[in-house]
Structures are given as structure tokens and as C-alpha cells.
């Protein structure tokens, strides 16, 4: 069945970069997304990938795609204050209409 | 401003007691979903709409009803809403087209006594 699974929290010092990772279970999604959630917030397209490509980079963003392991992750340069949200990793399955979300990892960016 | 909005932003309520969250854009988009956000559980899609007068059952559909009229406009109902429908609950819409970028309305937090 459809999976989308990413670990819950992660916390980094200021200035350092972050990786969030993203397992899914459906090799036939041609996107890959992920969006950004702030506090009191709705969800926000940060990035997404589409399933040919194995990377992605946009400014302090980098998407890599492993297909061979259904394996995505989000790498944040240089990670700010402003980047503490929860960042949810996302696929739509082949012949579905809908997003099947992770639970979420929420970033925590301390000095 | 492109935008998706809804109303009530929060609402509290009993057992029972029916209401209405409304859901609108303003982007002539076609798709319109609704999700519910629970700790742990990411967001779930509870009724999706592919256009005016076509709506489909999500992944958590059981206590909830839609409607589709118009175009920009996507009402989530709760005839008898029950406590475990305490949520946060987000509407969405996107064109139809294959990138499917889905944007997010701010969300209605409800809590049901």
C-alpha cells in the first residue's frame, strides 16, 4: 500500500546544514514534493522533484532522489532560525488524485 | 492575491451540534481536497473534488460530507460531529495539470466536546 514515512524531529545549531529524509513506498509517483509548514500555518510547496531526476538543487536546497531505494531527502545550506517548521515529504501514487504525506520531521534551529 | 481561504479559522463545538467549514480560491483551479492534520499522522485526504458536481471519498471520509456547486467554492460538512473529529483541518486546490503543486488554505482548527 501507500507509505510516505520520515523521522519526526531533528534539531541543528545554527549555520550548519540539514538533511531530512523521506522513504516511500510507491515507485510509479512521477512527483516527489516537499512542503514546508510553519507555526499556525498552512502547508507551503517548498520543492519537489520529478521521479527522472536524482537531484535538485534551489539556492540552500538540494533534493536527492535514490529510486533504486524509494529513498528522498531535503538538504537545507547554512540552516536559519527562520527554517524551524515541520517539513513534510509527499508523493501522489500513479493513478491517484491525492498527496500521501509523511507524518512530518520538525526542524529545530538552535544557536 | 492567489489565494485559498477558509472560515472559521477556529471553532469550537458539541456532540452533535451540525456545522459547516467553508472552503473558496480564487485561482479557477479544478481539484479541490480536504485533509485533516493529527499528531503523528501527517494529513490524511478525507473528500477530493475533481470538478463542479464530481467529488470522491479521500482515505477518511466516514462523518464527513462535501459539496461542489461552484467552481471556486468546496464546503466540508459535519452533520453530527463527534470527538474524534477534533482536528486541524486543511483545504487545497491545484490545477489539473501533472505538476499538481497543491496550495494549502490556512486550516480550521476545531475541537468537538
Known amino acids: 500500500g501507500e507509505d510516505v514515512e520520515q523521522s519526526l524531529f531533528l534539531s541543528v545549531r545554527e549555520g550548519d546544514s540539514s538533511v531530512i529524509n523521506c522513504t516511500y513506498t510507491d515507485s510509479s509517483s512521477t512527483y516527489l514534493y516537499w512542503y514546508k509548514q510553519e507555526p499556525g500555518a498552512g502547508l507551503q510547496l517548498l520543492t519537489y522533484?520529478?521521479?527522472?531526476?536524482d537531484m535538485k538543487q534551489d539556492q540552500r536546497l538540494t533534493v536527492l532522489l535514490n529510486k533504486k531505494d524509494k529513498h528522498l531527502s531535503l538538504r537545507i545550506a547554512d540552516t536559519q532560525t527562520g527554517d524551524s517548521a515541520i517539513y513534510f515529504c509527499?508523493?501522489?501514487?500513479?493513478?491517484?488524485?491525492?498527496?500521501?504525506f509523511g507524518a512530518g520531521t520538525r526542524l529545530a534551529v538552535h544557536p | 492575491e492567489a489565494q485559498v481561504t477558509q472560515n472559521p479559522r477556529y471553532l469550537i463545538t458539541v456532540t452533535g451540534k451540525k456545522l459547516t467549514v467553508t472552503c473558496s480560491q480564487n485561482m479557477n483551479h479544478e481539484y479541490m481536497s480536504w485533509y485533516r492534520q493529527d499528531p503523528g499522522l501527517g494529513l490524511r485526504q478525507i473528500y477530493y473534488s475533481m470538478n463542479v458536481e464530481v467529488t470522491d471519498k479521500g482515505d477518511v471520509p466516514e462523518g464527513y460530507k462535501v459539496s461542489r456547486k461552484e467552481k471556486r467554492n468546496f464546503p466540508l460538512i459535519l452533520e453530527s460531529p463527534s470527538p474524534n473529529q477534533t482536528s486541524l483541518y486543511f483545504c487545497?486546490?491545484?490545477?489539473?495539470?501533472?505538476?499538481?503543486?497543491?496550495?494549502f488554505g490556512p486550516g480550521t482548527r476545531l475541537t468537538v466536546l
Open positions: 487545497a486546490s491545484s490545477s489539473s495539470g501533472s505538476y499538481n503543486e497543491q496550495f
Open positions: 509527499a508523493e501522489i501514487p500513479g493513478g491517484y488524485n491525492k498527496l500521501i
Open positions: 522533484i520529478f521521479s527522472n531526476m
